[in-house]
């Protein structure tokens, strides 16, 4: 609300509180996906450089076809919340690239793309029978084997900053004191090693035991870490009053109190556990089962610390 006191031209205004979420499951579920579909991109270039691809028969095509399809919900998403998606044209046609919501979208369309490319690539490298034959983008890709290693290393160069973007644009949220970008920028890199380890898990069941190990490995990492930080953030969040205030959601009584350690349970807890555990011993069933816990997780810790800043009054 605005009002000018005419004695001195001087406009005086008051922010007035927004009475409800903003950001909701929308925005939950897009970095949800986006987790997966970067983190799937990251963690099979780091499966490729420590093994060579007979020992993994379907990763270069359900790899990158595991990123585009969690890329394209990321995207779906995001265009959904604008609420008058024609808007993202303006993105396209009038960039300001000191905004960093159009740098990236502008990455997230170029990584898209070749994720894309690579898909059909890799498909029609590995799949060139029933039922894609005849299709002339798999006869395409057939042909380019040798474009797929040349567009993997701007891929994984790409799904860094595509994956990192949005904890910039939180930690841009005025007055949202538990979204600080350089902490975001960390949980969202974890994110996607945990949810990208997950992913390939779930289809690595023709692969060798070494690979699988490797994956148990990430998946045991990126959790341990991811549940420090979010550790951190609960029990020394006293450093100043909002965040402290925040937290209140949380702690013992709070409404979000249950989702939170449920999903630090079911997410990052017993994962932990049964991939470290895999690491010796080779069970896949165990690891896959970890894999969906972790997703799950994820997901309900993603939305708690969404959610919860949107619910402090800010004036």
């Not at 020992?55 to 959904?80: G, H, K, S």
């Not at 979000?256 to 069933?285: C, H, Q």
Request: proline share 5%.
């Amino acid at each position: 609300m605005e009002s000018t006191i005419h004695a001195t031209q001087a406009v005086v205004t008051l922010d007035v509180p927004i009475p409800q979420i903003i950001w909701g499951w929308m925005i939950t579920l897009n970095m949800w996906a986006k987790s997966i579909g970067t983190g799937a991109i990251l963690v099979g270039a780091f499966l490729l450089w420590r093994h060579k691809k007979e020992e993994m028969p379907n990763i270069r095509w359900a790899m990158p076809l595991i990123a585009l399809v969690f890329l394209i919900i990321f995207l779906f998403f995001t265009m959904t919340d604008l609420h008058q998606p024609y808007r993202m044209i303006n993105i396209f046609t009038h960039p300001h690239w000191t905004s960093a919501i159009t740098v990236g979208a502008w990455m997230a369309t170029l990584f898209l793309i070749l994720v894309f490319l690579m898909t059909i690539i890799g498909v029609g490298q590995e799949l060139p029978g029933k039922p894609f034959k005849g299709c002339k983008l798999t006869a395409w890709g057939s042909k380019k084997g040798a474009l797929y290693d040349k567009l993997y290393p701007f891929v994984v160069f790409l799904a860094i900053p595509v994956t990192l973007y949005t904890a910039i644009i939180m930690g841009e949220s005025s007055a949202r004191e538990l979204w600080q970008s350089p902490t975001e920028v960390m949980q969202m890199m974890w994110a996607a090693l945990m949810a990208g380890s997950a992913a390939l898990i779930l289809i690595s069941g023709n692969w060798s035991s070494e690979a699988r190990r490797d994956l148990a490995m990430v998946l045991a990492i990126a959790t341990f870490f991811s549940f420090m930080m979010y550790m951190g953030e609960y029990f020394f969040s006293f450093k100043s009053a909002e965040g402290e205030a925040t937290m209140q959601y949380v702690h013992a009584g709070g409404p979000y109190n249950i989702e939170f350690w449920a999903g630090m349970i079911l997410g990052f807890v017993i994962p932990f556990i049964i991939a470290f555990a895999n690491m010796r011993s080779d069970n896949k069933t165990m690891l896959r089962f970890a894999a969906i816990l972790s997703l799950i997780g994820l997901y309900m810790a993603k939305d708690v610390w969404l959610k919860i800043p949107q619910m402090l009054p800010l004036s």
